[in-house]
Structures are given as structure tokens and as C-alpha cells.
């Protein structure tokens, strides 16, 4: 090479072959303000081969240069970045690259998302390959064979990859540390060639290419490439960090925080953070992925695993913490934002439902079917509670779910499954349902059975939380909140509910904090049963669907051993046809258009989309949702007592209008009611109270009777009451 810059732009050697590679063709030029390349290395001079480093985009990260000594291959980096004191300025450096070093070919990688990727042992066999195997794209990692660990090998994820090393003991290492790194980080499968018979100690691609091997060879040689543990090389741990006997007193051990550290760079951690700060940690387990909140017990458990599998000892807990601290501050400013998700999970136009099995297991679901498949592209939670749902089954019809629900009209069996399709949602608003019937009617059951169909749990049925606090803690472990055996709904749960089925945020204080506090925001569907009405309060009526169950008859009635196993047996074929529903609700959500629109718009949007993969006609759930919103009004407003009483007092008293200050309603509808209704625990007893009342009646009385209820501030504050037909 007589000038290995210039240009700078197609400065890479191909090695023996004497072409360049393909990978930089569409190689962004160098910004007109970077400092010139040096030609040469102040110390090894001028380099044998030169090769160029770009990322996926095809912008420039620097050289890898090789230098031919007295003592044998020497390599040097020569990175491009911006200074750090902060002038924003281009500069060229002699130094390692960053950790989680790029891979060489990262652009033709991107570029070629479908083929199968071979990797080889030094960027001189890289370039070799590249034309002997033009159907695969081709790359290596930087530093020779000993640095395999410190690259990043993620690009990887989803590829077949097969490693080509050279055909000697560091090959042989450096293919099982890459295949292994590889499977780590999300590649589909990890093959390793095995060197022909007869070849030279040394052997690799570059070899085959001078001694003039041809393409069909070359892919012959891959053909006969083996899964790595079928080679008998098992995976390659990292050399222990920790002193032994005979380095004891010359080196010095290498700290447990920094042992920690260097895991998460070797084995294919991804830290990263929501949009609130938290950080999370993405990280191999077996042949999955898993993805964790940094500080939580899983990870330090794998962390302190793959400690000990290093060094042999266990690490202090001081040591886990100053490690966990500085990798939360790498999370924060280095990794990269995600939405976490719990249970279902969207990447653009699919949806992911987490089977939350031991494979971790994911349903895909599309605009045109669904599957299942393993390491989904989006970041999905878990946590202790969530049990496995069954592999779904498909071609099977949603009235076999008709036979365990004892509802008392078909449109609230298609309401029940109109909440289910709604559910397997990523995002709401979602309607609460409400389930209401005497006692032996089976709510509790009934709760069970449709929380087992979508978000399994160790409790699938609790208590009422004690307050806001608890109640969204149940919230971030739980896709599906289901409530048993309410007698009532107070004031501040039906907020809550409220707040969850449409997503308001909720703030606490955080711990260990006088000034900070935490934003919990979450939309979760919510399952609500007791014997008396739960939706007295308007604002909670306006975002329920209420069902009503019907008595068992003796004839009904089945051993729960007998239920259950029958319930179990069906589930996966229930599910199927859910799953079937939601894939048509994706294909048709854009052209639905309503007749009209209700309180829950979205709701009835998704559900009317779902209706063609149901079998059900065009406006079945609507009509079945219209009906269930007027008879629940109807509910709502008989259970108001203030309402009731307004409105029985205007049509007997003031048919024309009533106007006058809160405390001469006060004082009037005091003087109407009954006494048993002014010593009722519900009624308001002071002005102030009425008045917050009315606020709640006033959606009431006029969406069910026609009335105008205003209020008006002046020298008076007046309140005016006007029955229907009246201006």
C-alpha cells in the first residue's frame, strides 16, 4: 500500500485480494471540519493493512491499522470522536476502542437483515470471505482473538450466525467465546466450522482465498459447519479475575465492583431506562433474554452467579452496591430509553402477549395472523405473581367460552367477551367490569375464570386495596386487577378505578426522599364483583360495564375438580379465539368509523374492529354496550338519593325551574325528604356537602330525566334547576 490515506475515504485493505470490500460504498463522508489522518504510527510507522470502521448508518468510527514488527502483528485503533473539553471539535486518537467495541461491517450488516452471517478470526480473513461467501454478510470483531469478549456483539441478535476461526488452539477458543457470546445476545443459532484435514497451522479464509479456492468450496466448507457443543468445545468462561497463589503479590486482585462491572460488558447486558429515569437491565439467561429492573432480585441474583462462576468466591454486598450504583448511572446516561411493559407489550403495528412461561415465550400477533415465538422485540416485565397462560390453539370458536358463564343475556356474554378482546390491548382506555348477581350465583368464579384467560396470578382474586398507595402497587404487578366480594365503592377507590381504566397519573412521596416524589401512570382492566350495585357513583357508572349472573340450577351445578379440569382443557382453545379476534381488531381498527360516539370511544372502536374475527355482525357489541350503559344510568341514578330527590322535588314542586343558593337547597330538600332519607349515612349533611353531591347528580338528572342543572357566581352564588322543556 503506497498511501494508505488516500483516499481516506476507501482507505481499507483487502488483504491478498487487493479489492475493497462492499461495506463501504455507502461510507458518509468525513466531516470538512476533522483534523487530516496521520499517515503514519509515531513509534511503528507506517501500517501493513488498514482497514475502516463504520457503524450501521455508514458513519465513520475510526481504523484498525496492522503493523508487521520485529516481534510480530502488532494492531493500533485510531478512533474519530469529539474532544472532551467540550469544543465539539473532530480529532483522530491512538487509542482502544470504547468498550462494547464495534464489530467490522456493521453497515453491510444492516444492510443485509436476512442473511446469514459468517464471522471470522481478524479483519485480513474478513475481507477474504467476503468474496468467497457474497451471499453472507461477513464481519469480525476488533484486536485479534483474545478481545473477543470486549466487543458488542447485540447487531447479532436474530441471525444465523457460523464462525470460520483459524485452524489453530486460539481459533478453536475464539470460535466457542464468539459462539457463545453470540447465542447470548439474541442470535437465532451459533455454528463453528471445522478447518479442512492437512491445512497449515493457522489456516483461515485468507489462506483459502490465495491458494485459490473457489465460492462453491467456500460454501461447502460452511455446509459442513456444527453447532458448537456438538464440536465438544463447551463455552469458554472468562479467566478468573480474582488472585491465585502464584500471582498473589505481583498483581494486584481486581476489585469485586470492577469483576461485576466487566460481567455486564462481556456478557451481553443491555442497561437501559424508561421515560421516568428507571433503570433496567436485558440480560442472557439459558436461550432467552430477560428483562429486569436494575436493583432488582433477579438480576443480582444472575449477577452474583456469573460472579462466583469467574472467581470462584462469593462478592460482598458492598461491593454489589458501589457496582449497581455506577451501572444505574450507565443506564441513566448511556443506555438507551424503552417503554417497559407488563404482560402485553406493542413494537409498531403488533402486539406481544407474554405467555410468561419458563422459555419465555411470546404470542405475536399481526394485522393477518398470530404465533408464537421466542425473544420479543420489545422489553417485557414480569413480576413474582404473574403465572404461565397456556400455549394458545387455533381454528376454534369463541362460544366455547359461552358454556362456563352463567350471564343471564347474550349481550352480556358479548359484552364479557367485548372486556376480554379490549384487555389483550396494550393500551386502554378499558371499561371496569363490574359483576353483579345474589348470592350462589358464582361471581367469584366467574372473576377467576376471565383472569385466568389473560393474566394468570398467584391471587387472581384479592381483597380491596387499603388505600391509593397499595392500590397502585397491585397496579405495577398486574395486567388484570380483579376485586372480590365488595359491599361497597368509596369514594376514593371509585377515583382510583377511575383513574386506572383511563390512565391518570398517581404521585407519592419516594423513599428515603423529603422532596421527591414518584409518578405512578398505568391503564389497567379492572374486574369488580359483589352482591350489592358497585356503581353508584356517576363517574364510575360512566366507565363500567355492568353484567348481571343468574342463579345456577341444580341441574347447573358441577363438582369444582370436575369445572375446573373442563375449564383448563378449553382455555387454550378460548384463548386462541381471542387471539384470532385481536388480529382482526389490527386489520380493521383504521376503517372503523361509529354511528356514534359513547363515554368509552376507544373501547367500542376496538371491539366493533374485533367483531368480523367473533363471527358477529357489524354493530353487535355497540348495540349490546348502548343498552348496558342506559340500564346502568338507570341503576346509578335510583341509588343517588340526592338526585332522586331534585328531581321528584322539581317535577312536584317547581315545575317551571327552581333557583337559589346552595343553603336554600340545602334547607328545601331537607324540608321534601322523608326523615329515614335525611338520617340516611349517604346524605349530605351540610350545604358544602350538597353541593359536592350535586356535582355528581347533575350528570343524572340530565342524561336520564332531561334536566338543566347551572350554576352561576355573582353577588349570590345561585344554583338553577330547570326540567325538561323549560329554557
Known amino acids: 500500500m503506497n498511501d494508505p490515506f488516500a483516499p481516506i475515504a476507501s482507505a481499507a485493505s483487502s488483504g491478498s485480494s487487493g479489492k475493497k470490500s462492499n461495506t463501504w ?62 469544543s465539539g471539535k473532530a480529532e483522530w486518537r491512538w487509542q482502544s476502542w470504547a468498550p462494547k467495541r464495534p464489530l467490522y461491517g456493521l453497515r453491510e450488516l444492516a444492510l443485509r437483515p436476512d442473511a446469514p452471517v459468517l464471522v471470522t478470526e481478524g479483519e485480513k480473513a474478513c475481507d477474504a470471505a467476503r468474496e468467497l461467501l457474497p451471499r453472507m454478510v461477513v464481519v469480525t470483531s476488533p484486536n485479534g482473538s483474545e478481545s473477543a469478549a470486549k466487543a458488542d456483539w447485540s447487531p447479532l441478535r436474530g ?39 492437512g491445512v497449515v497451522k493457522g489456516w483461515d479464509a485468507a489462506n483459502a482465498l490465495a491458494e485459490g479456492w473457489k465460492q462453491a468450496r467456500a460454501h461447502s466448507l460452511v455446509a459442513s459447519s456444527r453447532a458448537a457443543q456438538e464440536r465438544g468445545s ?78 470462584g468466591s462469593p462478592h460482598g454486598s458492598q461491593a454489589l452496591e458501589d457496582a449497581l450504583r455506577i451501572l444505574d448511572m450507565r443506564a441513566a446516561e448511556r443506555g438507551a430509553e424503552y417503554e417497559p411493559f407488563l404482560r402485553i407489550g406493542s413494537a409498531g403495528d403488533k402486539l406481544y402477549l407474554d405467555l410468561c412461561n419458563k422459555s419465555w415465550e411470546v404470542v405475536e400477533i399481526s394485522a393477518h395472523d398470530w404465533q408464537v415465538i421466542h425473544n420479543a422485540p420489545i422489553k417485557l416485565m414480569r413480576s413474582a405473581s404473574m403465572k404461565p397462560l397456556p400455549t394458545p ?7 366455547e367460552l359461552r358454556g362456563f358463564l352463567n350471564v343471564k343475556t347474550d349481550q352480556d356474554f358479548q359484552l364479557v367477551v367485548g372486556w376480554l378482546v379490549a384487555a389483550l390491548r396494550h393500551k386502554g382506555p378499558f371499561p371496569v367490569l363490574t359483576i353483579n348477581g345474589e348470592q350462589g350465583t358464582g361471581k367469584s368464579t366467574f372473576a377467576q375464570m376471565l383472569r385466568l384467560l389473560i393474566d394468570p396470578s398467584v391471587a387472581l382474586i384479592r381483597a380491596a386495596p387499603k388505600d391509593d398507595h397499595n392500590l397502585n402497587v397491585s397496579a405495577g404487578n398486574s395486567w388484570v386487577l380483579a376485586f372480590d366480594n365488595l359491599s361497597s365503592v368509596p369514594g376514593w377507590l371509585s377515583d382510583g ?51 348481571q349472573l343468574r342463579r345456577l340450577t341444580d341441574k347447573e351445578y358441577r363438582p369444582e375438580d370436575e369445572f375446573w379440569a373442563a375449564f383448563e382443557e378449553s382455555r387454550p382453545r378460548i384463548l386462541g379465539a381471542l387471539l ?148
Open 234 to 311: 463447551a463455552p469458554v468462561s472468562a479467566k478468573p479475575l480474582s488472585e491465585t497463589a502464584a500471582t498473589k503479590g505481583r498483581r494486584r486482585a481486581t476489585p469485586q465492583r470492577d469483576v461485576l462491572i466487566g460481567i455486564t460488558e462481556t456478557e451481553c447486558v443491555e442497561l437501559w431506562h424508561d421515560p421516568a429515569g428507571e433503570a433496567y437491565a436485558t440480560f442472557p439467561v439459558n436461550s432467552h433474554r430477560e428483562s429486569w429492573p436494575l436493583r432488582s432480585r433477579e438480576f443480582k441474583r444472575w449477577l452474583s452467579g456469573r460472579s462466583y462462576d469467574r472467581t
Open 25 to 86: 460504498r455507502a461510507l458518509l463522508p468525513v466531516p470538512e471540519d476533522a483534523p487530516a489522518a496521520p499517515r503514519q504510527h509515531p513509534e511503528l510507522g507506517k501500517p501493513t493493512f488498514i482497514w475502516l470502521y463504520d457503524n450501521d448508518a455508514g458513519q465513520l468510527l475510526g481504523y484498525t491499522h496492522r503493523y508487521d514488527t520485529d516481534k510480530g502483528k502488532e494492531f493500533r485503533p485510531l478512533t474519530f470522536a469529539t474532544r472532551g473539553d467540550g
Open 159 to 197: 441471525r444465523d450466525v457460523t464462525v470460520w476461526p483459524d485452524a489453530d488452539d486460539h481459533g478453536l477458543a475464539y470460535a466457542t467465546t464468539v459462539a457463545r457470546l453470540a447465542i447470548s445476545c439474541g442470535a437465532t443459532s451459533a455454528k463453528v466450522i471445522e478447518p479442512p484435514p
Open 393 to 399: 390453539e387455533a381454528g376454534y370458536s369463541i362460544d
Open 497 to 547: 378505578f377511575c383513574r386506572l381504566a383511563t390512565g391518570a397519573g398517581f404521585a407519592t412521596r419516594s423513599h428515603y426522599e423529603n422532596t421527591k416524589e414518584t409518578i405512578f401512570q398505568a391503564q389497567r382492566p379492572i374486574i369488580l364483583n359483589g352482591i350489592p350495585l358497585l356503581t353508584e357513583r356517576a363517574d364510575l357508572a360512566d366507565r363500567a360495564l355492568a353484567i
Open 580 to 727: 384470532d379476534a385481536v388480529s382482526v381488531a389490527l386489520r380493521r381498527i383504521s376503517a372503523v368509523k361509529l354511528p356514534r360516539v359513547p363515554r368509552m370511544a376507544d373501547f367500542a372502536k376496538w371491539v366493533t374492529a374485533a367483531e368480523w374475527g367473533l363471527g358477529w355482525e357489524d354493530g353487535t357489541i355497540l348495540k349490546a354496550y348502548d343498552e348496558n350503559r342506559r340500564n346502568t344510568r338507570q341503576d346509578t341514578f335510583a341509588a343517588d338519593n340526592v338526585a332522586v330527590a331534585i328531581h321528584a322535588f322539581v317535577l312536584e314542586r317547581a315545575p317551571r325551574g327552581w333557583e337559589g343558593t346552595p343553603t336554600e337547597l340545602f334547607e328545601t330538600l331537607n324540608g321534601y325528604v322523608t326523615e329515614s332519607t335525611r338520617k340516611a349515612p349517604s346524605w349530605p349533611k351540610t350545604p358544602q356537602a350538597l353541593g359536592n353531591r350535586l356535582e355528581r347528580a347533575a350528570p343524572l338528572l340530565r342524561d336520564e330525566k332531561g334536566f338543566v342543572v347551572d350554576r352561576r357566581n355573582g353577588v349570590r352564588r345561585l344554583i338553577i334547576i330547570m326540567p325538561p322543556g323549560k329554557p
